[in-house]
Each structure stands twice: as structure tokens, then as C-alpha cells.
């Protein structure tokens, strides 16, 4: 996801930069630079470039945009998650076939959560060696409107 270097225009959304995506020029993105402790800012910007992918979808009918579900179910994901003072990702790119993934990475691991339709994403996290630790899958569930663990 951040190393894919082909020739595009196409950008995602990163803590300190604006990184190339893999795929059509087609998406634009926004870089997220505000500091560590502003992470309610952080989740708005990402909510607000989640939201113009949604719409320009809709405008140019690219197929590097995210789809419509799949932008609904990552938006809920970033209200709820910044509503509960997660971490915001460090970065955020629409990762082809009209889904978007998240990525979080520290010196121990690295988590990517990719929304993949309509109340559902997948979940997998690598150890610092950069073998898979643990894949699941995220469902909604009808009662609480979240997304959680399925196993």
C-alpha cells in the first residue's frame, strides 16, 4: 500500500505526506499533518476526504473511487473510532476494486483494516517481522451499529 510506486496522479491520505496509490489517476487525497495529540482533527480530515471520494465517485464514475457502501461503512468507522479517541491512521488510500484501507504502524506491528462492503472489513495485523499475527474479519453488528470482531 505505501510503497506502490507505479505512474499515477492518484494520492491517499498520510500523516505527513501524500502517497502514491497503485491504480488510475483518479483520486486525489489530502496529507495529514497535524500533531500526534490532534487526533480528532486527524479522523475529520480523513472523514472529509472519505466524503469527497464518496461524491466525486458519483461525478466521474472513476473505478479507483471507493464505493458508495464501502465509503459509508469507513466513515462510520472513523466517527466511531474518533468518538472513542483512537489513534487516526497513518495513512488512508482507496486500495482498488472500490475499497479503502486504513493503516496503523508502530515499532511493534502493523494493522490494516480494509472496508470492503457494506458493514463489513477485513482486519489484519503483522508483528514486526512482518509475518501475519492475527486476521479477522469486521461485521456491523445490528445492535450496536458497530463494527466488531467476527473471528
Do not use: H
Not at 497503485?22 to 476526504?49: F, H, M, V, Y
Not at 482486519?123 to 473471528?151: E, H
Request: charged residues 25%.
Amino acid at each position: 500500500m505505501k510503497g506502490s510506486m507505479m505512474l499515477t496522479q492518484a494520492t491517499g491520505i498520510a500523516r505527513d505526506r501524500i502517497i502514491p496509490v497503485g491504480g488510475t489517476a483518479c483520486s486525489t487525497g489530502i496529507a495529514l499533518t497535524q500533531p500526534p495529540n490532534r487526533e480528532p482533527a486527524l479522523w475529520k480530515q480523513a472523514i472529509d476526504q472519505m466524503l469527497e471520494w464518496k461524491t466525486k465517485r458519483s461525478v466521474d464514475n472513476c473505478e479507483d473511487y471507493p464505493a458508495p457502501d464501502v465509503a459509508d461503512t469507513a466513515i462510520d468507522f472513523a466517527v466511531d473510532q474518533s468518538d472513542t479517541g483512537t489513534s487516526a491512521p497513518d495513512s488512508i488510500v482507496p486500495s482498488g476494486g472500490g475499497r479503502i484501507a486504513m493503516e496503523w504502524n508502530t515499532p511493534f506491528e502493523t494493522i490494516i483494516v480494509e472496508f470492503i462492503g457494506l458493514g463489513a472489513a477485513t482486519y489484519i495485523r503483522f508483528d514486526s517481522a512482518g509475518k501475519v499475527a492475527a486476521r479477522d474479519t469486521l461485521r456491523r453488528n445490528p445492535q450496536s451499529r458497530r463494527l466488531q470482531l467476527q473471528g
